[in-house]
């Protein structure tokens, strides 16, 4: 498995907004299954960054695709050569 970070753009409406909770069940769907590592929304910049496996671009695509909002984003994805974060750490020594 490769990762991939989508870059999403948005723009809100009313109906968006009522598709919202059946995007967040999606998206937690994913993220259970080890499919999205992480997922960030900025609603300043109407923009949101998911880091996705897959095997290729084709399949992070197949993912975005089946999301209710996917008709209100333009969109890239990228395959990332370094990915790191605290949470692929080992927690710090703490001695009692």
């Given amino acids: 498995m490769k990762k991939f970070q989508a870059i999403i753009r948005f723009e809100m409406d009313e109906q968006f907004m009522s598709l919202v ?3 967040r069940t999606y998206i ?4 259970n299954k080890g499919i999205i ?12 960054w998911i880091t996705l ?3 290729d671009k084709q399949g ?6 089946k999301s209710p909002l ?5 969109y890239e994805i990228e395959e990332l050569f370094v ?3 605290q949470h692929y750490r080992l927690p710090a020594v ?3």
């Fill in 21 to 23: 909770p059946p995007h």
């Fill in 83 to 85: 990915y790191d974060s």
């Fill in 28 to 31: 937690n769907y994913l993220m």
């Fill in 94 to 96: 703490q001695l009692n």
């Fill in 60 to 65: 992070a695509d197949q993912y975005l695709v």
């Fill in 37 to 48: 590592d992480s997922y960030a929304v900025s609603m300043e910049s109407q923009t949101c």
């Fill in 53 to 55: 496996n897959a095997e």
């Fill in 70 to 74: 996917y008709k209100y984003w333009t």
